[in-house]
Each structure stands twice: as C-alpha cells, then as structure tokens.
C-alpha cells in the first residue's frame, strides 16, 4: 500500500441549488440538488497526503499556509475515512503486518482558483481531501457520505458529469448521498464558461448564509417543499433528454430563486454584483435574438457567472460578452470545461 498519494478533484456546478440544512453538524440538506462536475484540467483541487511512522502529529496545508486539523469538519472525514480503513482491515490477512493506519497524516491542498470566491472551492478541496485520504488508507466505499460531512456540495464532486444529491429522511444521513445521474460522456456537446466577476472573499460565506435563510426566509420554505422536488425531477428529464431549452431555463431559474431566497434573508445577503446582473442581461438579450434558450447563466454564493451552451454557440456568446465587457474590464477570464470527476495522479 503506498504511503504517499496525490489526487486531483474538480469543482461541481449546482444547476439546482442546496441552500439550508436539517442537521448542522451530519451536513444535512432540506432539499435535494443537482449539479454538473467540470473537467479536470480547469477548476480544481490538488491534494497530496503522507503517512510516516516519524509524523509525531496529523498537519494539514492549504494553499501553502498551514491549517488547524481540528477543525470539527476536516476531523469528521478523517476519522470516518480511518474508520472504514480499520473495518475493512479487521479480519483480513493485512491486519498482523504493519499498518500506516497507526502513522500520522501530513495533508497539502492547493486550489488552481481564487478560495471562497464562490467558486465552490471547498466543495473541490473537501471531495479531494476524502478521495485522496481513501486511497491512502484503501477505502472505496461511503465516499460521497462522508465528503458531505466535509461540505454538503463537496459529496457531489466524487462523481463525474451530471449528479444528483438525494436529501435523504433518515436522521443519520444514511440516505443523503450523491448519485451519478449521467457520465460525462453523455452530452459532450454541453460547454460550460466561467466568467471570474471578482476573485474577491464573498461577504457571507455559505455556512453562515444558508443557516441565516433558514431561521428567517419564509421564500427558502416554499421552494424546499413546494419548488425543488418537482425541478429536480424535471431537470434529470432534461439531461436524459439532452434538451439544452428545458436544461437552461431551469438552470436559469434556480438559480434566480435561491438569489431571491437570499434577498428574503434577513437581513439580507447579496451575492450578486452589478457585473453579475449585466451578464444575466446579455444572456437574455443573447436568447431573444435567437427566439430560444442558447446560453443559460447560474450563480453560486458569489458574483461569478458559469454560463452553459452547447459548443457551437461558445464563440459567438464570447463575442457577445467581449462587446459588453472589453479586455480591460473586469469580466475578461473565461474558462471552458467539460464535465469529468476525481482523479489519482500518483501513488508512491
Ligand atoms: C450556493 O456546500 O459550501 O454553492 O455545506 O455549509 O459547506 P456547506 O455549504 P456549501 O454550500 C454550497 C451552496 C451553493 C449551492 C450548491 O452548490 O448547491
């Protein structure tokens, strides 16, 4: 078994948005998502893990600067991850030789982005950080259970192309799990542009915003219960189907109502910037002259845009975008993915 590993995982789109939880600390949602993981090579999280008998402690680095392991969340994978590893273990023929499962942990993550953007740099690092201590310790299963104790948008990044997380009734979260809806190979027409409004900490981190909606917003309720189940079923059509209408207006929309749910906050939050809102009317101006949905816009807790097409539209609504916003400007950094999933990059 090796005692080094380094692994690669990618960043995840929600096109149905998770915004509130049921159990704070099981990471517990109050309603299920869906979201497109992107191609390896763009936005992700690179993470290497060593275990050694002369680590005296478990470390952690992110993005060069160590961190605090006892942070409850990082200690929640690790200890699930390490629990597993020795159920696994007992009984088989390994248990007698000498085991890295006593050693210590050194962990090192680096991000190819700005962190907490709204970029979902921790649903990357956090689905990383799990994948690459499983494989260190041999573990295959549960992965997405316990990413989502990580970051609940993090179990979504274990999988690659179009994934669904199911909320789940059980209090344990034994339910609440992502599931792969469609591979990557699927809808290799789908591209996906992320125009950088500003690399800028957000105001309110996610943590904090989702648990203030929750407390305050009666719209969040409504869409829970009344909104979300029947999108998400409709959207899953829409993928099979690769209908590119239906898939867009729905992301568009989704995304719209959980900024309205953050504006019913109170008090209020504001993810979106005046860039943000320019873009949301290019898109729509964009899909007017044509008479059908051929770019649609989502927006996590941020000002970024990630803007989905088909392939054959990506140079024309880049010229678009480059009338609106010149070189100079800020919105100037676009980067184009197709959806993949977690990677290992070496064993050692
Ligand atoms: C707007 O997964 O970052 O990106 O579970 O508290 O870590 P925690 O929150 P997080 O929230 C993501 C919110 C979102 C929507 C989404 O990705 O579904």
Redesign the pocket.
Known sequence: RPAAVTCTAPI?I?VI???G?RNEEL?LPINS?L?VTLHQDQLKTTTSAAASRDFKEDRIWLNGREENINQPRLQSCLREIRRLARKRRSGSEEESTPCILSYRVHICSENNFPTAAGL?S??AGYACLVYTLATLYGVETELSEIARQG????CRSIYGGFVQWLMGERDDGKDSLAQQIAPESHWPELQVLVLVVSAERKPVG??AG?QTSVETSPLLKHRAEAVVPDRVKEMCEAIRQRDFERFGQLTMKDSNQ?HATCLDTFPPIFYLNDISRCIIHVVHLFNTYYGQTKVAYTF??GPNAVIFCLEQTVDEFVSALRCCFPPESNGDMFLKGLPAGPAVLSKE
């Open positions: 995840n929600a948005k998770y915004w939880k990471i998502s979201s979902a921790s649903a970051s609940g948008s993090a996610s943590t989702m959980f996590d807790a």
